[in-house]
C-alpha cells in the first residue's frame, strides 16, 4: 500500500505541477521505401508509415487513461530522408507531401526527420536534398526538417553553415511570420535516437522501429525546490536529482509499457526538463527559484550547469537505456520565464550561448529582425557548432528571422511553440568568414583511436 | 490488475459510500483504504483489484470521473505502477 502522502505526491505532480510525457516518439526506419523513383518511393513510404505507427496514437491515449498521467505529443521519426531519396534527390518534396499526409492520416503532431546529415561534407544528392528543405516546410504542416552540419570527429562543414543561413532566411520568407523555421533546426553532434523535435530522426544505426520516450516536469522540479529556500546547492542538487528520478521512472513506464503493447523495441528514455509556455512549466523559474533573480543573469550559467547535471544523473538510475539529448532545454519561445525575460531586455542571444555550453542542447527557438543577412545567421550556427564541437556535447540552432519585424516586436506561433520577442544580434559583419567556406577542423582531443 | 483510486474534495457526508457503490457496481473489489481530512480537504486512497471487472481501465478510470463530477468530488482511478515506478526502487 503507498501511503497519502507519496499518492497526493504524484497526483499533484499531474494535476498541479505540469508533469507530464512529452512524448512517445516511433522512429521508423524508411531504408525499406526506396524504389525507382520518387513517386514510387513516396508511396511506399506513406504506407510504411502509416502501417507501422497505425496504433500509435490509441495506444499513447488508451496508456495515459490507465496511468492518469496526460502523454502531450505522439510523434514519429523517419530516416534522414536525404538517404532515401539519394538517386532522385529532386523528387525529395513528393516525399516530404507523403509524410506530412501519413502524419495527418495518423493523427500525431508532428513527423521528423527531412534531415540529411553533412557534417563532414555535402554530397551532390545532398547539396540538391537541401535546396528543396524551404519548399517542403512551407507545403507540409507537421513536417520538421534537421541538419547536421558537424561533429567532434569530423569537424564543422563550413559550406553547409554558409547554406544553413540562405535556408534558413528562404523559409522565413516562404511561411507565415517565419513558422516554418520553428521546424528547422541544424545540429553539431546530433543524436539518432532524440524524441524531441524539430530534431529528431531515426538513425541508421537503429532498429526497424523503436519506441523512444521524452519526459518532462520542470514545475515538479521547482516545486520541489520551493521547499528548500534555504538549502545549500550540495542540497538543491540533491533535490533535483531525487525528484528527476521520479519523473523519469514514470517515463521508463510509459516507454517500457508502449514497446509491449506496440510490439516494437523500447529504444531510450530522453531525460530532457522540456518547458511550454504556460506558467508553473518553466526552467528558467527553476534558475530563478535556485535564487538567480532574472535568468539571464550573472550566475544563470552556474545554475544550468547544475541543474543540467543533476537531471542526467538523477534520471540516468530511474530508466534501463538514456538517450537523446537528456539535459536542460531552453528554446526561448516556449519557456514563459524566457519569454519574460527576453521582453525586459534581461536575456541576450551572447547570454544564452554562454548557457547552451552547459545545458543539453543550444539556442532554440530565438526570434531574431527579419533583416538578418543569412551570413550573420550562419555565424550564430558556426558559433554554436564549435561549441559543441569542442565540448563533446549536441548543440543546435533552431533561430526564426521573423520577416518584416524588428527589436521589441514579438512572433507568436501558438500552442508549445509560444512566442518569441525579437531579440537583437550583432551588427557586425560576418560575411567574409562565413564566404571562406571549407571544413573547421575537429579538436586534437578527438583523435581518440 | 491493481489499480489506485483516488477521491479528493470538501469533507462531507455519504462519500465512501457512493464511491464504493460505484465500485461495487463495476464488480470492482476493494483491498485497501484510508481517508483522512487534510483541513476542510477530504482524501480517501483506495487499493482496488479490477480483475474480474468486464470494462477495461482506461473506461473505468473516465467513468469515475464523470461520477465524480456528479458528486462534486475528484476522482481518480489509475493503474498502481504509476506509483510504485515513482515511489518504490
Known sequence: ?449 | MRAVVTVTGEDRKGIIAQVSGFLSEKNINILDISQTILGDRFAMIMVVDTSECAEDLASVADAAAEMGKDIGMSVRVQHEDIFRAMHRV
Open chain 1, 1 to 449: 500500500m503507498f501511503n497519502t502522502g507519496e499518492v497526493i505526491e504524484t497526483i499533484d505532480m499531474i494535476e498541479k505541477e505540469h508533469l507530464d510525457i512529452r512524448t512517445v516518439t516511433m522512429g521508423i526506419s524508411l531504408l525499406p521505401c526506396v524504389r525507382d523513383t520518387a513517386e514510387n518511393t513516396a508511396r511506399a513510404v506513406y504506407d510504411h508509415v502509416v502501417r507501422r505507427a497505425e496504433k500509435l496514437v490509441p495506444t499513447a491515449e488508451q496508456l495515459s487513461r490507465e496511468y492518469g498521467i496526460p502523454i502531450v505529443n505522439k510523434r514519429v521519426s523517419v530516416t534522414p530522408v536525404s538517404l532515401v531519396t539519394a538517386a532522385f534527390p529532386q523528387g525529395s518534396v513528393l516525399v516530404a507531401l507523403a509524410l506530412d499526409r501519413a502524419a495527418d492520416a495518423l493523427g500525431i503532431d508532428f513527423l521528423g526527420g527531412y534531415s540529411a546529415l553533412v557534417h563532414k561534407a555535402t554530397a551532390q544528392y545532398e547539396k540538391i536534398f537541401l535546396s528543396t528543405v524551404p519548399r517542403a516546410l512551407a507545403e507540409t504542416k507537421k513536417l520538421c526538417a534537421s541538419v547536421n552540419v558537424g561533429s567532434s570527429r569530423s569537424g564543422i562543414n563550413m559550406d553547409a553553415v554558409a547554406r544553413v543561413g540562405e535556408l534558413v532566411k528562404e523559409t522565413a520568407r516562404l511561411t507565415r511570420d517565419g513558422l516554418g523555421c520553428a521546424k528547422f533546426v541544424a545540429f553539431c553532434n546530433a543524436v539518432e535516437d532524440n524524441p524531441f523535435m524539430a530534431g529528431a530522426f531515426h538513425g541508421v544505426g537503429e532498429a526497424d522501429c523503436v519506441i523512444n520516450v521524452g519526459v518532462s516536469g520542470p514545475g515538479v522540479v521547482q516545486h520541489a525546490l520551493s521547499f528548500a529556500p534555504e538549502a545549500d546547492l550540495t542540497e538543491a542538487a540533491e533535490i533535483i536529482k531525487r525528484t528527476a528520478f521520479k519523473i523519469t521512472r514514470a517515463g521508463q513506464l510509459v516507454a517500457k509499457e508502449a514497446a509491449r503493447r506496440l510490439s516494437v523495441p523500447f529504444g531510450v528514455v530522453d531525460l530532457s526538463l522540456a518547458p511550454t509556455p504556460a506558467r508553473g512549466d518553466s526552467v528558467a523559474h527553476i534558475l530563478e527559484e535556485l535564487g538567480i533573480e532574472t535568468v539571464g543573469g550573472h550566475g544563470t550559467t552556474a545554475a544550468l550547469a547544475m541543474l543540467n547535471d543533476a537531471v542526467k544523473k538523477g534520471g540516468v538510475m530511474a530508466s534501463s537505456r538514456v538517450g537523446g539529448l537528456s539535459g536542460a532545454f531552453i528554446p526561448v519561445s516556449e519557456d514563459i520565464g524566457m519569454i519574460e525575460a527576453a521582453e525586459r531586455g534581461a536575456i541576450c542571444l551572447d547570454k544564452l550561448e554562454a548557457m547552451t555550453c552547459v545545458c543539453s542542447v543550444g539556442l532554440d527557438m530565438i526570434a531574431v529582425p527579419g533583416d538578418t543577412p543569412a551570413s550573420t545567421i550562419s555565424a550564430i550556427l558556426a558559433d554554436e557548432a564549435a561549441i559543441g564541437m569542442v565540448n563533446g556535447k549536441t548543440t543546435a540552432v533552431r533561430i526564426i528571422p521573423a520577416p518584416g519585424k524588428k527589436v521589441g516586436d514579438t512572433v507568436n506561433f501558438g500552442g508549445l511553440l509560444g512566442r518569441a520577442p525579437v531579440m537583437p544580434v550583432h551588427t557586425g559583419s560576418a560575411e567574409k568568414f562565413i564566404s571562406r567556406g571549407g571544413i573547421l577542423p575537429a579538436p586534437i582531443h578527438s583523435f581518440k583511436n
